[in-house]
């Protein structure tokens, strides 16, 4: 059979990496120098060398409760074997509305709808086609206009890189959608460097959205998305009052405030929710990642009170047979759904976000006890997640934090990066000892790397 060895393992050689296009990767790179993951379990993968890794990083910020865990897996097998699938256009099974029903139960504030979809980026998509359908079928279809943020991340759909603000994520995508506007981004150097949780200075930038409303006429404009903790750019926590700006400029010129929280979602903060953990709600909240624990590709917009009823209106006064037309062929996958609730069981069960709660001061001391260390100019920390922003190295950018990446691979530790930031963002069950190891592995890759 085709890539595999003698022995019959996986051979990783470059004929048998090249036919896969790998995401967001260096793949000239990867394929000379793969790092290969085959099995998982709790806080380690294992690596195709058979060594134990351990996973700094939720995978990809997703796998929040820890790996291959028996309730998830069982769910999915059984739920496979009894219904693979059914539609959900014109059609239900239960699964899905019961998820919809404890999702907005985990909200305090008046979230009463759910639409699934697959992912993030569609998760992004579909919030903002919803705002825009919501502002029409309210007679006001002149709102057209979406804000979002620069060094924003709302995945790879037109929609979401459009909002986006990661330039290399744009620059190569042609015109993407008209009517966009950014607000700046929150970080500054000068003014932030090496804050612990919410930076102090910033919170004025929120009313650049006043500039952007004197522009283009409130009256234009649908909605405004941003991550409450900008994640993929590089970890950037919002600064105190920021968000109860955003939203207060959103009330008083009737602009949804969609928060984008597919990592911030389920636990990372230590609550339910960045809305929670925050207490500044939004009208919509996307997520997905640790909706499902990773395990089934899930995403979801949770809606609050007034946007569905609106729809639903809509639909009334027109005689519509369809109130908005937009979905997917998986949106609410039974297995997915089976996953997602097994899921939330476990979060629920174990407490997995009051932990993350609670180890969050330990994770923040030891990230921040590595301040002096060789590249480091920053440290950066909310919740569970922590960065590290290394000096980038001259005239190579990135260079510097992938060769960190590689040596902490190379010493059985998985980091994310985000130019020239080590991202760590362990599953919630991790304990203060593996947090150590993950800084002192951190600190031995850098004093190794140039
Ligand atoms: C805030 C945010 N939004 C959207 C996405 C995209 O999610 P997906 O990769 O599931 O499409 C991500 C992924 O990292 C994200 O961090």
Redesign the pocket.
Not at 118 to 124: K, V, Y
Not at 152 to 157: A, Q
């Given at each position: 059979m085709d890539g595999l060895n003698s022995s019959g393992g996986f051979d990783a050689s470059p004929n048998n990496l090249e036919s896969f296009w790998m995401p967001y990767t260096w793949n000239r790179e990867f394929k000379k120098n793969p790092l290969l993951l085959t099995a998982a379990k709790d806080m380690h993968y294992t690596s195709l060398d058979g060594r134990q890794i351990l996973d700094g990083s939720a995978g990809?910020?997703?796998v929040n409760a820890g790996h291959s865990r028996e309730r998830i897996v069982k769910a999915v097998q059984e739920q496979v074997a009894k219904l693979d699938f059914a539609p959900t256009f014109q059609f239900g099974h239960p699964l899905a509305f019961e998820l919809a029903s404890r999702l907005t139960n985990m909200l305090s504030g008046e979230f009463d709808h759910v639409f699934f979809c697959?992912?993030?980026?569609?998760?992004?998509d579909s919030a903002l086609k919803m705002a825009l359908a919501y502002h029409r079928a309210r007679g006001q279809g002149e709102r057209t206009r979406l804000i979002g943020r620069e060094r924003?991340?709302?995945?790879?759909?037109f929609g979401?890189i459009s909002v986006g603000g990661i330039v290399k994520n744009r620059n190569f995508f042609g015109s993407l959608l008209n009517g966009v506007d950014h607000l700046p981004h929150t970080y500054s150097h000068a003014e932030q460097a090496y804050s612990r949780g919410l930076p102090e200075w910033g919170a004025h930038l929120a009313e650049d959205l006043e500039r952007i409303c004197a522009l283009h006429d409130p009256a234009t404009i649908a909605a405004v998305i941003v991550?409450p903790m900008?994640?993929?750019t590089g970890v950037l926590p919002p600064p105190k009052g920021y968000l109860e700006k955003l939203r207060a400029i959103c009330d008083k010129h009737g602009i949804l405030l969609i928060y984008?929280?597919?990592?911030?979602g389920f636990g990372r903060l230590g609550d339910s929710f960045a809305t929670e953990y925050f207490g500044v709600e939004p009208d919509m909240i996307?997520c997905?990642?640790g909706l499902t624990n990773g395990t089934i590709?899930m995403?979801a917009v949770i809606c609050r009170k007034g946007i569905y009823e609106t729809m639903m209106d809509y639909g009334e006064e027109t005689g519509a047979t369809i109130e908005l037309f937009h979905g997917y062929t998986y949106s609410g996958h039974p297995v997915a759904a089976a996953a997602a609730l097994a899921t939330l069981e476990v979060y629920r069960e174990e407490g997995l976000f009051e932990r993350a709660r609670e180890l969050s001061p330990y994770l923040e001391n030891t990230a921040h006890a590595l301040k002096g260390s060789k590249h480091i100019i920053d440290i950066r920390n909310l919740g569970l997640v922590a960065a590290i922003e290394l000096e980038p190295r001259p005239g190579a950018p990135t260079k510097r934090a992938y060769d960190v990446y590689r040596h902490c691979f190379e010493k059985g530790l998985l980091i994310r990066i985000a130019g020239d930031t080590l991202a760590v963002s362990p599953p919630l069950i991790v304990t203060k000892e593996q947090i150590d190891q993950i800084f002192e592995t951190i600190k031995e890759a850098l004093e190794a790397t140039d």
């Open positions: 990809l910020w997703c697959n992912s993030g980026s569609e998760a992004a924003g991340y709302h995945g790879s759909g979401g991550e900008a994640g993929s984008d929280e597919v990592i911030t996307t997905a990642k590709p995403g």
